[in-house]
């Protein structure tokens, strides 16, 4: 199986409410877009928005087959998003 790629989700938050998400290639990049970012910032810009982030699986098709494939084998357990998709998925069966 191919090695796992991940990016970094950063969510902007405007008055408390979802303004938009940005994806990253690494954590370090989301940190440095807000560290330049809020240099701009008056106290109420300080004030009034605000960040989460999250660091995010990228899946690919043969990442997906892969992982499937694994754990038709019994060789590894699906993770992440597509474990709680198979837990999901077998709930129904």
Do not use: C, W
């Not at 991940?6 to 409410?17: D, G, H, N, R």
């Not at 938009?20 to 940190?31: M, V």
């Not at 995010?56 to 597509?82: F, M, R």
């Amino acid at each position: 199986m191919e090695e796992e790629k991940t990016v970094a989700e950063l969510t902007i938050y405007y008055k408390k409410q979802r303004l938009s998400s940005l994806i990253f290639d690494k954590q370090e990049t989301a940190d440095k877009f807000i560290e330049g970012i809020t240099h701009f910032f008056n106290e109420k810009g300080k004030k009034r928005f605000s960040f989460s982030g999250e660091i995010k699986t990228v899946y690919t098709p043969e990442s997906i087959v892969g992982q499937l494939h694994d754990y038709t084998e019994g060789n590894a357990k699906p993770k992440g998003t597509i474990l709680e998709m198979m837990k999901i998925i077998d709930g129904l069966n």
